[in-house]
C-alpha cells in the first residue's frame, strides 16, 4: 500500500482526500507524475493550492471526464 509522505515545501495535500503527495511541479522539478496522465483537466499553477490531486483522485476525475 502507498505510504501517505508527510507535507513539506515538495509535498502537497489532495484536495479530494486530503492525503499528501509529492507533486514535481511544486518541488520544481520539470515535470510531475500527473503530467504522463491524458491532458483533460487544467494543472493548476505552483502558487495554486486548488485542484491539487492524489494520484489516485486524479486518475479517477480523468477517467469521470473522458466517458462524458
Known amino acids: 500500500p502507498d ?4 507535507l513539506s515545501a515538495t509535498n502537497t495535500a489532495c484536495t479530494a482526500c ?3 503527495f509529492r507533486c514535481g511541479f511544486r518541488a520544481g522539478d520539470s515535470t510531475c ?3 504522463a496522465l491524458p491532458q483533460v483537466i487544467p494543472v ?6 486548488e485542484g491539487r ?3 489516485d483522485c486524479l486518475r479517477k476525475q ?7
Do not use: D, I, N, R
Open 18 to 20: 486530503g492525503k499528501p
Open 53 to 55: 490531486l492524489y494520484p
Open 44 to 49: 493548476p499553477g505552483q502558487s495554486s493550492k
Open 33 to 35: 507524475w500527473c503530467a
Open 3 to 6: 505510504t501517505p509522505l508527510p
Open 62 to 68: 480523468v477517467e469521470a471526464m473522458q466517458q462524458q
